[in-house]
């Protein structure tokens, strides 16, 4: 079973951030946290990863709290090609990828 | 442009057949996987190998075999379809079992 809560659906304005929540109160210390999207009937695309400090990348950041019991991924500018869905997901090691069922995300126009 | 390729892209198959969905990376990744996505049940693990030479079993892996005799290729065999092996299937690979995943853009395949 996953290991996270996400909302199922939440919309976005284009341009603006798109701040997409996740739960994960059950994390252990050498778990991190994956987020992943799936632009429809593409395969699903690694956006980014940490474990306990924030992260930013060419495409996201990530803010952990610091309990590590939940965080959030941030789309700074938010387009069109940003609506998917949005897999949060808890990983220890070398455990396999369970994915959950995700946040639909529209970004509309 | 270095990835996964999935072959082939979509296929109509008659129950009791056999079907090898091919995988291909160039990416010179140690680990891959075979993933299954369904409505309303998500991705789930058919097989996964962590180096070549090695295989290990996901999720959800009755009816599928794979074999990893090489580092680039881990094709996923149904030996005898049938009508709920009919799905999108997605081939990912990793620089190591520990890394993030790639994920190639899927198979879909009908089983009639």
């Known amino acids: 079973d996953a290991k996270t809560t996400q909302p199922p659906s939440m919309d976005c304005a284009e341009g603006r951030a798109a701040n997409l929540p996740c739960n994960h109160s059950?994390?252990?210390?050498?778990?991190?946290v994956y987020w992943y999207r799936q632009i429809h009937s593409q395969g699903p695309q690694y956006i980014i990863h940490?474990?306990?400090n924030n992260e930013t990348n060419e495409m996201a950041s990530l803010i952990i709290t610091e309990d590590r019991k939940s965080s959030t991924l941030i789309l700074p500018h938010a387009t069109l090609r940003d609506t998917a869905v949005y897999y949060c997901i808890v990983r220890g090691g070398s455990e396999k990828l369970v994915f959950g069922k995700g946040t639909k995300l529209t970004v509309n126009p | 442009i270095a990835g996964i390729t999935q072959a082939p892209t979509s296929q109509i198959l008659a129950a009791g057949r056999r079907m090898t969905l091919r995988c291909t990376q160039d990416m010179r990744h140690n680990a891959m996987y075979w993933y299954r996505q369904d409505l309303g049940l998500g991705l789930r693990l058919i097989h996964y190998?962590?180096?070549?030479?090695?295989?290990g079993k996901g999720e959800v892996p009755d009816g599928y075999s794979v074999s990893r005799a090489n580092t680039d290729d881990f094709p996923l065999t149904l030996a005898s379809a049938v009508p709920s092996q009919t799905s999108v299937y997605f081939c990912?690979?990793?620089?190591?079992?520990?890394?993030?995943?790639?994920f190639g853009n899927g198979t879909r395949l009908t089983v009639t």
């Open positions: 190998s962590n180096t070549a030479g090695t295989t």
């Open positions: 940490g474990l306990k």
């Open positions: 059950t994390i252990s210390g050498n778990e991190y």
């Open positions: 990912a690979s990793s620089r190591t079992s520990e890394t993030p995943l790639h």
